[in-house]
């Protein structure tokens, strides 16, 4: 009665209300399942996408935000990742919090080890800011990537957020503290730079030195504060040292430097041996500001699998879609919506990029966000909207959308001084659905928070079924080297049956 794409492209809320819709859509779905077979061949390829601060509800939210946009029924949508036959739970706690930060996560996630709150690539052994700590090589950890380019497949990464930031940090960093992204940055938190290196040298040196691609924001972190870069923005680095000129020379090979989208879409990548990407001072603008000559996610992603794939041995990718985190926290839903809707259509272009029998895709979150879908609002209301009702004891409404806390509560607020009470604002006079208009949330803070559920983890390609169940989000990076045959751990190539000669 309904084929693959009818069945989920469901454009009016009525057809939700026949019995046999739901009868077909539920064997549909068993078929599915019964005719799905493991595939348990060598993953040649790895690419992990990690949505920051990409909570359930945040897919949830997203997924219906997505469907309205296109003009069908949001709730019936899915993201290009839910269309993977294996989800699992990831644990997100890191060894000193139950609410972790994206430093510690990408320790565990990354390196397969939980570590402390705001280090990075370093054992729980390392506190923060305990630089001769971090630097000790019983300290350090290896991640993935260094786990693949010791298996000889090349490794790279690219990130919406500052090739320094917390996340893509810790594919190739070992610190104390998140924050040195620059010897200045170390400076200022009355640090020694020269006892604690920062993150930006880190690219240029060991497992940083080897990586094919590198695509993000950032490049303050890499000049002298007496040098501009391309966009009239001063580097804020003391050494004197520009890094970009530095990483650029060391390279042996064709090295390309791009700095915006048409540079990035004009290289050749079956030509190109390391790319080094920048296009941004700091962060790249969210996706609704649309900055100029930006290139996307997807783009970027798809530029990345290009140079990789030319080793016959394979590669290792890291995608972060960072700028979800940094959404909620501003409690600007609607681009945090956005956001992870430019992550899933990164993860399209990459499925359409490779052979689902060699590669392996994993999509995860490294923690969630206070972020809640609220009330009881009509299907397919308007998800960044208002409810379709009104609360039943202040008779207002409320935004389907809102967070624990968050900052400026007085938008959402106000107090009665004849009766010393506190009123909720009408939200009717704001904007709400607008892509800068903050949500409410109930708590004071100078930014909303993180959460501490378990996040969700998408997996396809080979052994994905193994990313099934609820288990510690430091066992990704063990899969997937299980997987691949790399790493220190257990992997499929120690149990698959060995060839014996017949005479």
Known sequence: MYGPDRAWNIRSKDELKSKDFWFHDAQRTVYEKTSTVPNQYLAKNIILFLGDGMSVPT????RIYDGQKKGIVGERNRLEFEKFNYVGLSKT?????QVSDSAATASAYLSGVKANYLTIGVSADVKLNDCEAAK?????????ATWAMRGHKSAGLVTTTRVTHASPAGVYAHTSNRDFESDFDVKDQGHDPSKCPDIAQQLLSDEGQRLKVVMGGGTRKFLPNTEKDVYGNVGERLDGRNLINEWQQSKHGNAEVVFNRTNLLSINPYNTDFLLGLFNASHLAYKLDDSIDTPTLEEMTEAAINV???NPSGFFLFVEGGRIDHAHHETKAKKAMEETVQFSNAVKKARQLTNPWETLIVVTADHGHTMTINGYPDINNDITGLSSELSDLDYLPYATLSYANGPEMNRFYE????NNTVKRVDLRNLNIGDKDERYPHGAPYSE?????GDVAVYANGPWSHLFSGVYEQNTIPHLMGFASC???????????PKATYNP
């Not at 897919?59 to 997203?62: N, P």
């Not at 706690?93 to 919090?97: G, L, R, S, W």
């Not at 107090?415 to 004849?418: A, H, L, R």
């Open 136 to 144: 000790s090589p019983n300290n350090r950890l290896s991640s993935i």
């Open 308 to 310: 990789l794939s030319t």
């Open 93 to 97: 706690y890191c060894a000193d919090k």
């Open 59 to 62: 897919v949830t939210a997203a």
């Open 448 to 452: 909303e928070t993180h959460g501490g």
């Open 415 to 418: 107090v009665q001084t004849s």
């Open 486 to 496: 790399i790493g220190p751990g257990i992997t499929y190539c120690d149990l698959r």
